[in-house]
């Protein structure tokens, strides 16, 4: 279950009270809102100051950082539904111990990380993020050793992957919650990076933030920063994903879409009676055997 601790308006933040409902769908039809919803979305359309806007980009480093000072290692939850949901994982392998190479990009304080490590003896792992303070707690993890994985700091829109991982030497590259909290118009430059040290035939696993989810509608105005951009009371921004825009993304850096899928849960605040809609996409996207 996707579920966030956090206080209000900070990141994607559901109460802990709320419990996982079992509705769930996978499919190519966003979700359908509201006529309240819609008029809420309408009427949200004055945008941040671009003097203000120049700033989130310039200090988005120091707000990401900000944030794992404020919160630890305490924000997310560890996200053990990788490996079920992301059968690749094992699918992806020839024989059954095969040892895997992954980059988990945008790693933060290792909470996709170190479940995988933990549920997978025949993973090594790289794993970088924008933030020292994260990269500097995944290091002090018990679960952390340099036999099974290498962590990096790192800034996916300029940094070269290459300064610290072989070219074409990575199996899966898992992409979870990273892509939305970089500027659209910067996304390309995370996919193009990424490419260069994904081995020819493997996979990049998504899992983002989708169209019209809760987190969306709750942003108050003064929050909008473009279409289906938006930034947090803490600095950091966050993108709602549709297909279209996805799969354009990656197959502009020479990627094959394999999946690309929004996941609808509908989770159910038992003690309020509310019905919270999430929207994730789900899509795995396949560096060509041999490049066109
Ligand atoms: C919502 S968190 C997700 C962390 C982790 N993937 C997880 O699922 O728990 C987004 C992460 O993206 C990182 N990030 C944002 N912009 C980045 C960039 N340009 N380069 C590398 N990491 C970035 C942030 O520091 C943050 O740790």
Not at 274 to 281: A, E, H, Q, T
Request: with cysteine.
């Amino acid at each position: 279950m996707f579920q966030e601790k956090a206080s209000a308006n900070c990141l994607n933040i559901l109460p802990t009270s709320i419990e996982d409902g079992a509705f769930q769908k996978k499919g190519h039809s966003a979700r359908v809102l509201s006529p309240e919803e819609v008029e809420k979305l309408a009427k949200d359309q004055v945008l941040v100051s671009e003097f203000k806007q120049l700033k989130l980009e310039k200090e988005a480093q120091k707000n990401w950082d900000l944030f794992y000072k404020r919160n630890s290692t305490n924000f997310f939850k560890d996200r053990h539904w990788t490996t079920r949901e992301f059968q690749e994982l094992k699918a992806c392998r020839e024989f059954a111990d095969q040892k895997l190479t992954i980059l988990e990009a945008g790693c933060g304080v290792g909470n996709c990380l170190f479940p995988l490590l933990e549920e997978d003896k025949n993973i090594f792992a790289y794993a970088c993020d924008f933030s020292p303070r994260a990269v500097d707690y995944v290091k002090k993890n018990a679960l952390y050793s340099v036999e099974r994985c290498k962590v990096f700091q790192c800034d996916l829109t300029k940094d070269d992957l290459l300064d610290n991982i072989p070219a074409d030497s990575v199996d899966v590259v898992t992409l979870i919650f990273v892509l939305s909290a970089i500027h659209p118009d910067k996304m390309h430059l995370v996919l193009r990076n990424i490419y260069k040290v994904l081995k020819p035939g493997k996979c990049v696993l998504f899992r983002d933030y989708g169209l019209y989810d809760h987190a969306m509608l709750r942003f108050k105005s003064g929050s909008k920063l473009g279409e289906n951009f938006y930034v947090r009371q803490d600095g950091t921004r966050s993108y709602f994903f549709t297909e279209e825009f996805l799969s354009q993304l990656f197959k502009a850096e020479g990627y094959e879409q394999v999946v690309n899928e929004y996941v609808q849960r509908e989770t159910v605040n038992r003690k309020e009676d509310l019905r919270v809609p999430r929207v994730f996409l789900q899509s795995k996207f396949q560096k060509p055997f041999r490049e066109t």
